[in-house]
Every structure is written in structure tokens, then in C-alpha cells.
């Protein structure tokens, strides 16, 4: 049984991809960190003597740190933060536990764009539909909470990325985009090393729809008329990514536990 301030691995993976996902803090040293310089989706790697840093970084929301072996670093740090009132647990076993349980993913630092202001930046272009709305729920989700986005015209994506430090996505010509018959989100699942059942479940749809392919996933067409729909919503873009988030939320909800449910008419006919 976990201790009273300990999460499992088995429970934060449960967490990980949804909007309940608590702020992870890696507070594993240098010489810790090289010998495995992966983190934990969305994790952000934080000096383990800086406390007064982690409580701006969480503000109120709950967190969990992580340490090499969850002993002194995180547990010493969740000790500390409880003493302010922080809803704080530490990962019991730390990164090398987590490294042991099937199906955690891990995403190389070598992978993650420069921070700027605090998160990445990234650049597309503007009036987003799928590839442009999935691809940031993947990164906010498993890469980065705090990255923020772009939308510009096409031909204004390579000056802002250049002027701005900004990583360009889902443009042709970049590295974040599509390569041969798949999209950009599969892009960022191979270069994050987030595969997964579901999250391979939700690229084959998403792939579908963006490229017109539909024989490849029966759910296609519908993702097609809600991205349309939201797009003839909203006139900000950022209004559009922020509403498209939670359309990824239930999409990847559906992918990891509801894709066998089915239902029908008179009740009780479904699942």
C-alpha cells in the first residue's frame, strides 16, 4: 500500500492525458537526470532546493514530484510543500519505477523545442481544424501543460517562428510535419515516444480525417463535421484550440476505455 503522500505509478498513469493530471515536478539531480534523461509526460524538471520556485510553479493546483527512487528528494520536497497547505503526493519508486510499469511512456528532453517564457512556443497556421487542434491537445496533454501556440497566416509562419524563437508544426518544409501518408500528430508520437494503444487509436482517426482517408477509421467522418463545426464557431483561433481541447479530451477518453461500448434503442439493448 502507498503511503499517505504517495501516488503509484499505476495511479498517476491513470491521470496522465486528462484534464485531472496534476502538475508533475521532476526533482531528480543533474548526475540522476543524465542517467536517464527522459521525464515523465508533461513533467517539468525543477531544482529540488527551490521551494519557494515549486509553490509558484504549482500555484493551487495538486502535484506530484518526482525523484530517482521517490526517497529523500520528492518525499523531503512533498514534506515541505504540505507545510503551506500544497495538495502534494511524491511518486512512490520514482523514475525508476515508473520506468518498470508497462505502458509508461517516457519523453526524451532531447525532443522538447527551447523553453521560452516558461513553455515551449509553437507556430501553424491559422484557422486550425484537426492536425492543427490534436497536435496541441498532445503537447498541453503529455508534452508540455504550459506550451503555448501560434496561429498566423501560411505565409507568415516561417518570419513569426524565426522572430519569435517559435517551433513551426504542420507546415510542409518543417520537421513537426507530415511525413509521407501520416500526419503531424503521428510526427509527434514517434519524435515524443508517446505510443500507445489509445493514443494510436486517436492518430489513425485523426490521420483519417485530416487526409481525407476514410476507409482507414469509421470514426473519421464524425471528428470531420465537429472540427468543421467548431471551426464555423469560433472566429479566435485561440477560443478554437481551447474548445477543441476538450473534444480531444473525450476522444482520447473514448480511445483508452470506452471504444468497445456501443449503444442502441429501447435502452438496454447497448452496453
Same mark, same amino acid.
Given at each position: 500500500?502507498?503511503?499517505?503522500?504517495? #501516488?503509484?505509478?499505476?495511479? &498517476?498513469? @491513470?491521470?496522465?492525458?486528462?484534464?485531472? +493530471?496534476?502538475? /508533475?515536478?521532476?526533482?531528480? *539531480?543533474?548526475?540522476?537526470?543524465?542517467?536517464?534523461?527522459?521525464?515523465?509526460?508533461?513533467?517539468?524538471?525543477?531544482?529540488?532546493?527551490?521551494?519557494?520556485?515549486?509553490?509558484?510553479?504549482?500555484?493551487?493546483?495538486?502535484?506530484?514530484?518526482?525523484?530517482?527512487?521517490?526517497?529523500?528528494?520528492?518525499?523531503?520536497?512533498?514534506?515541505?510543500?504540505?507545510?503551506?497547505?500544497?495538495?502534494?503526493?511524491?511518486?512512490?519508486?520514482?523514475?525508476?519505477?515508473?520506468?518498470?510499469?508497462?505502458?509508461?511512456?517516457?519523453?526524451?528532453?532531447?525532443?522538447?523545442?527551447?523553453?521560452?517564457?516558461?513553455?515551449?512556443?509553437?507556430?501553424?497556421?491559422?484557422?486550425?481544424?484537426?492536425?492543427? #487542434?490534436?497536435?496541441?491537445? &498532445?503537447? @498541453?496533454?503529455?508534452?508540455?501543460?504550459? +506550451?503555448?501556440? /501560434?496561429?498566423?497566416?501560411? *505565409?507568415?509562419?516561417?518570419?513569426?517562428?524565426?522572430?519569435?524563437?517559435?517551433?513551426?508544426?504542420?507546415?510542409?518544409?518543417?520537421?513537426?510535419?507530415?511525413?509521407?501518408?501520416?500526419?503531424?500528430?503521428?510526427?509527434?508520437?514517434?519524435?515524443?515516444?508517446?505510443?500507445?494503444?489509445?493514443?494510436?487509436?486517436?492518430?489513425?482517426?485523426?490521420?483519417?480525417?485530416?487526409?481525407?482517408?476514410?476507409?482507414?477509421?469509421?470514426?473519421?467522418?464524425?471528428?470531420?463535421?465537429?472540427?468543421?463545426?467548431?471551426?464555423?464557431?469560433?472566429?479566435?483561433?485561440?477560443?478554437?484550440?481551447?474548445?477543441?481541447?476538450?473534444?480531444?479530451?473525450?476522444?482520447?477518453?473514448?480511445?483508452?476505455?470506452?471504444?468497445?461500448?456501443?449503444?442502441?434503442?429501447?435502452?438496454?439493448?447497448?452496453?
Amino acid at each position: 500500500m502507498a503511503a499517505p503522500n504517495a #501516488i503509484t505509478t499505476r495511479q &498517476l498513469l @491513470r491521470l496522465i492525458g486528462t484534464p485531472q +493530471a496534476p502538475v /508533475l515536478v521532476d526533482v531528480r *539531480t543533474d548526475a540522476d537526470f543524465n542517467d536517464d534523461p527522459c521525464l515523465i509526460p508533461a513533467a517539468v524538471r525543477h531544482s529540488y532546493d527551490d521551494i519557494d520556485g515549486i509553490r509558484k510553479l504549482i500555484a493551487d493546483r495538486p502535484c506530484v514530484v518526482i525523484c530517482q527512487k521517490g526517497k529523500k528528494l520528492s518525499q523531503g520536497v512533498v514534506s515541505w510543500l504540505q507545510t503551506g497547505g500544497a495538495r502534494a503526493e511524491y511518486l512512490e519508486g520514482g523514475t525508476l519505477a515508473w520506468r518498470a510499469t508497462p505502458g509508461a511512456p517516457s519523453v526524451p528532453v532531447s525532443a522538447l523545442p527551447a523553453i521560452i517564457d516558461g513553455g515551449t512556443l509553437w507556430v501553424t497556421r491559422h484557422r486550425p481544424k484537426i492536425d492543427r #487542434i490534436a497536435c496541441p491537445w &498532445l503537447i @498541453r496533454r503529455f508534452v508540455d501543460a504550459r +506550451a503555448q501556440f /501560434l496561429f498566423v497566416a501560411p *505565409t507568415e509562419v516561417p518570419g513569426v517562428a524565426g522572430h519569435f524563437g517559435a517551433t513551426a508544426f504542420d507546415v510542409e518544409g518543417t520537421d513537426w510535419s507530415h511525413r509521407g501518408d501520416r500526419c503531424t500528430f503521428d510526427t509527434m508520437l514517434d519524435e515524443f515516444n508517446l505510443h500507445s494503444e489509445p493514443l494510436d487509436r486517436v492518430a489513425t482517426i485523426v490521420r483519417a480525417a485530416d487526409t481525407n482517408r476514410h476507409d482507414l477509421s469509421p470514426e473519421a467522418a464524425g471528428l470531420l463535421a465537429l472540427s468543421v463545426g467548431l471551426s464555423r464557431q469560433y472566429r479566435d483561433d485561440q477560443q478554437q484550440l481551447k474548445a477543441g481541447l476538450h473534444l480531444y479530451d473525450a476522444l482520447y477518453r473514448w480511445a483508452r476505455d470506452g471504444a468497445g461500448e456501443t449503444h442502441d434503442w429501447p435502452a438496454g439493448h447497448g452496453q
